[in-house]
């Protein structure tokens, strides 16, 4: 029974590249978050999806950042023009039902975004 | 405005001895809340859940309370080991989304 995996778990690119990071929730599992979390920082909520969903995306800056969880495949949050300050690590966690319903999270291992 | 808070950002505490750990919430009303453990370079464990018309949940050595009041969470590791040296991260349910706490560093000394 895999866990929730992240991939890559390090990635690093050069200001103005773009970052695709990509998530698989557990198995049976529809509801996908996004984290951000800085260094000596608390996580940070990005984005919630479910399945071709986006649910809630009031953590999402407003420009150069978007998330998308498709029908089949992986959930997807891509960085486009990345600068200095996108160097964080980014956690995705699922869970089986949605948050209204008292279930945990699962986490991954987090990608550890660096721009250079 | 809205703020959560973790007592302290690093606690040491002898091994043996009872850890507590507090989180405390300004206007937020959650429906329930939850604590994490974190070691470094790694994701968060999901450890207990509690609602708000629970007083206290417990799992194993670890109790969790709950006030409403107060608005305020205690999380405490009796008979504390090395082991349990981590981060410990509240959670809040906030609707569709959750806010989490900055984190405690727990370091439980042999």
């Known amino acids: 029974n895999a866990g929730v995996m992240q991939n890559p778990r390090h990635l690093v690119r050069r200001r103005g590249q773009e970052a695709r990071l990509r998530c698989s929730p557990m198995k049976g599992h529809s509801h996908v978050y996004w984290y951000r979390q800085l260094p000596e920082e608390g996580l940070k909520f990005m984005v919630y999806?479910?399945?071709?969903?986006?649910?809630?995306e009031s953590g999402m800056p407003k420009e150069r950042f978007s998330a998308e969880f498709p029908k089949e495949g992986p959930s997807i949050l891509r960085i486009q023009q990345v600068v200095r300050g996108d160097s964080a690590a980014y956690f995705c966690a699922s869970s089986p039902q949605s948050s209204g319903t008292s279930y945990e999270q699962y986490f991954g291992p987090g990608t550890r975004l660096t721009v250079t | 405005s809205q703020k959560i808070e973790q007592n302290s950002e690093a606690l040491n505490i002898q091994e043996g001895k009872t850890a507590t750990l507090t989180c405390n919430y300004t206007?937020?009303?959650?429906?329930?809340l939850q604590w994490y453990r974190q070691d470094p370079g790694r994701g968060p464990v999901f450890l207990l859940l509690i609602r708000e018309n629970e007083k206290e949940k417990r799992k194993e050595r670890l109790k969790v309370t709950f006030d409403t009041t107060l608005k305020q969470s205690l999380f405490h590791i009796t008979a504390s080991q090395p082991a349990d040296s981590a981060t410990y991260l509240c959670?809040?349910?906030?609707?569709?989304?959750?806010?989490f706490g900055p984190g405690t560093r727990l370091s439980v000394l042999p």
């Open positions: 999806l479910q399945k071709e969903n986006i649910i809630d």
């Open positions: 206007n937020y009303s959650p429906a329930y």
């Open positions: 959670a809040l349910e906030n609707g569709q989304n959750f806010v």
